[in-house]
């Protein structure tokens, strides 16, 4: 199985297209442009290895500038400070943002279908559930009593939308979802298998009996997701014990996540994949998180903080902070560390085999 | 989307009450009351900041002490030495274990709904299994040949209970669950998505052909879950390979958790969420387990051994040590590791850029 | 519940037998028999601590040797080196590769039973799907417009194969599987949950609005997985970008994996539970990756290189190599690391105290 790679296989994505660069540049914001070629029309986008004059690039990260060099494409999208390694025959579309242009770029050739409104015949859903009439429900899916799903949202094969359960507009929901106990806003995307709403890990110690047993303790706040977040696929976000677990607006959740109960998110929150958060603690807005780290409870993580993957959060860290470790510590302290013991275990190893 | 905070929100949670309070500090086994207000009654719980003089609350974690002084409730439960913190128009419960009471106070206002008895008539559930009349089966279960269900257990939607399982009496199975190949005693609770009984990760590597070459090994145990184990959501527990994979009575499985082929947990372990513990390690009884920790296989924990967040475990740890880094160490050992190499690295820093 | 230790319960897989030690002897392509009992057959396998004179057995980890002098099984499959501790009433079966043996004579006594080919009637198939009529489609599966799914092919209950998606023959899918955007090889296992072709993890932030805001990037590529390649539970395989994401023939895929969109692993590659591979990271062919290792993006791992569990790899690693550690660095130094940091700390420590 030696498939080429492909872009917008037309088995999996809808297509758009001729659009005129002129359009295109419009649409990103570039630079008016000043090549020959510059009326033309472009029917596809692909990466600068593959592209074709009728294709449309870009270039984002400076790693792959040498592809630039050498690309085939009709035109690419690129920071000004790329333009001079743009080729001669490709038209240079220059923003300062070439990432989002190509976002942009790309949902124009390749638009997502909009929901296909209908409640699916195999679907279960509550007579007492307020379904907005252009909502999409698809096979199996199952909505439970008292629940209300707002405008254009769609809901995909499986997913079970749980009792009480308040979704807004746009969502997307993804396979095989479970949410229950959560109020969640506009826009919201959950992918596949994702979890909202079930109890958190909460048990109280009795030694009363003599040896210690475990009680649960009823987990008895709820899931608030506000507008325009992102969960990615089976990541779990347990419900509130005593208080809600909360989703600042536009943050964005990578897959296998971990939010226990009570975790706040402030606004546009970034939390990389396989990261766990511990009960209770509090990320104020534009926090980044990397893959795997994980925070223990209770904390408070200050604004547009940065925590390096794998790293471990046992104390607060200050806005604006940058740290990585496990114990996570400042990230120029971290890596003078990994330098000093590097530098001594040489020396040691000399010593050692030197005594 | 700003809603304030909320415990027991009444579209997702049942509640019970008014209860006076000399009922709740007989359940919770309080000192006898004698504040002038003792013979009233509440009608709810909340936490210390939005409790009004109508609920009852709690106070644990000493972290949130300052929030009893300014407590409104009406009541709240504490431990003997924080009752002279309790404001004095407050009713103070004092007891041992105030988490242990407020568990059980939680519980009485907010009792679990019972299973709802009956098979939707979605579920497919095979002629032969056996299906006490108590039990619930929900939209979309299925329940294949030989399964055998305990009186009073839930099933939710889309679980998928496979041939011969058996499941004992009060479970509750989560939405998305999939179990084969298990034998599940009574009181235990899988939240939603959680995988049961699936094959390990066990392969020879062959080099009869020239190159290694992977072959399958067939595994062929069985997943042993005992009472009372809670497994949290999309946690994945491989069935044995030539043994069984065993979960003692009493123990607490986070979200995320990977138990591989063979391991055995003895009673009342606790491992938080994101652990991975690898094939055939046996936990005695009582061990815990932090966030994110990993343990190689074929190793033996001993009784009441505490394995920090984030520890890599490679060897075998004694009963009642506390281990933590990676690769883990004795946690005192670990904290020292960690202020020396920062003093040597301050140290360092300064040669270096004295040199 | 105190249940004996079980290998094939019948409740739970099939059994067939018995079956001569001359037979199984070819089977695995043992040295001959010459052994009194070699003539005759055994009706089971069993660990060497259970069996009986019945039975079969094995031993491939020194570890157990003491196990291997007490067994009473019939025959038992060895190293050359371990034929010396064969117990006198028992028949070695000699061979190189002893664990590849058990692997064989595990699926002569418990083969898997083939897939019962048809559509079960709550299976929702769209009209223009190509299923071949040796397919077996489970109870509530859905299979979207355009799929194609080859012979002898078996899906588990509540799985959803995508519009458009491939699958090869001889393909096994778990239950609650959701696959998207997807080309799949021959003799593919999917464990349950396992999520295949989601939306990667792409944003642009654009700061044209004042405030940093996050533009979802389109996520254009698939996810090509080719032949023989087993993927664990609840692991997530993102698609691609603008390119593919794509599983090497071979590989083996353990649970709770994340693989991001544009990842690439060649041929035979291992990546054990929790590990994390970000995107457009490539690895070359036998890649092997510990449990919960972690890998940042645009990297290039060499053909046979080893890293370890819980290691973090920020940079290329070298074909062959072995690194573990976060920052990764050769396994040699690592140790070499922890040894220094430790004999440091004993001294600092006491320094300190003297001081």
Redesign the interface.
């Known amino acids: 199985?030696a498939?080429a790679?492909?872009?917008?296989?037309p088995?999996?994505?809808a297509r758009s297209g001729p659009h005129s660069l002129a359009t295109i540049a419009t649409l990103i914001?570039a630079e008016p442009l000043d090549h020959p070629a510059a009326s033309q029309a472009v029917t596809g986008?692909?990466?600068l290895q593959t592209a074709g004059p009728d294709d449309i690039s870009f270039l984002d990260?400076k790693?792959y500038a040498p592809l630039l060099e050498q690309t085939r494409a009709g035109a690419v999208i690129v920071a000004p400070a790329m333009r001079p390694r743009v080729p001669p025959d490709c038209v240079a579309l220059v923003t300062p943002?070439p990432?989002?242009g190509?976002?942009?770029v790309?949902?124009l050739f390749?638009p997502?279908p909009p929901p296909n409104p209908g409640i699916h015949p195999?679907a279960?859903v509550a007579a007492d559930a307020e379904i907005d009439s252009s909502v999409e429900i698809g096979?199996?899916v199952?909505v439970q009593s008292?629940a209300r799903i707002g405008a254009h949202t769609a809901i995909?094969?499986?997913a079970?939308i749980g009792?009480?359960v308040v979704l807004g507009q746009h969502c997307r929901i993804?396979?095989?979802v479970?949410i229950?106990?959560a109020?969640i806003?506009d826009r919201v995307r959950l992918?596949?298998?994702v979890?909202v709403g079930?109890?958190g890990?909460g048990?109280?110690?009795?030694?009363?009996g003599g040896i210690?047993?475990?009680?649960?303790?009823?987990q008895?706040?709820?899931v608030?997701i506000?507008?325009?977040v992102?969960v990615?696929?089976?990541t779990?976000i347990?419900r509130?014990s005593?208080?809600?677990t909360r989703i600042g607006?536009?943050s964005?959740i990578?897959?296998?996540v971990?939010l226990?109960h009570n975790v706040q998110l402030g606004r546009?929150c970034v939390i990389?994949?396989?990261s766990?958060i511990?009960g209770s603690t509090v990320l104020e807005d534009?926090v980044q998180i990397g893959?795997?780290a994980?925070l223990?409870g209770?904390l408070r993580i200050g604004a547009k903080a940065r925590i390096g993957?794998?790293a471990?959060v046992m104390s607060d860290v200050d806005a604006g902070a940058a740290v990585v470790g496990?114990?996570a510590?400042p990230i120029k302290?971290f890596f003078?560390?990994?330098?000093?013991?590097?530098?001594?275990?040489r020396k040691?190893?000399a010593d050692k085999s030197g005594g």
């Open positions: 199985m498939l790679d492909s872009v917008g296989d088995r999996f994505f914001g986008i692909a990466p990260n790693r943002e990432y989002v190509w976002a942009r790309a949902a390749h997502e195999s279960l096979p199996f199952v008292g995909a094969p499986f079970l009792r009480g993804g396979a095989h479970s229950s106990h109020v806003g992918y596949p298998g979890r079930q109890d890990f048990f109280a110690i009795t030694k009363s210690p047993n475990f009680l649960s303790v009823p008895l706040g709820r608030l506000d507008d325009d992102e990615g696929a089976n779990t347990d509130g005593a208080h809600d607006a536009g964005r990578d897959n296998l971990m226990a546009c990389v994949s396989q766990g511990s534009f893959a795997q994980g223990t209770h993957a794998q471990g496990s114990p510590m302290e003078r560390n990994v330098a000093v013991l590097r530098r001594l275990a040691g190893g």
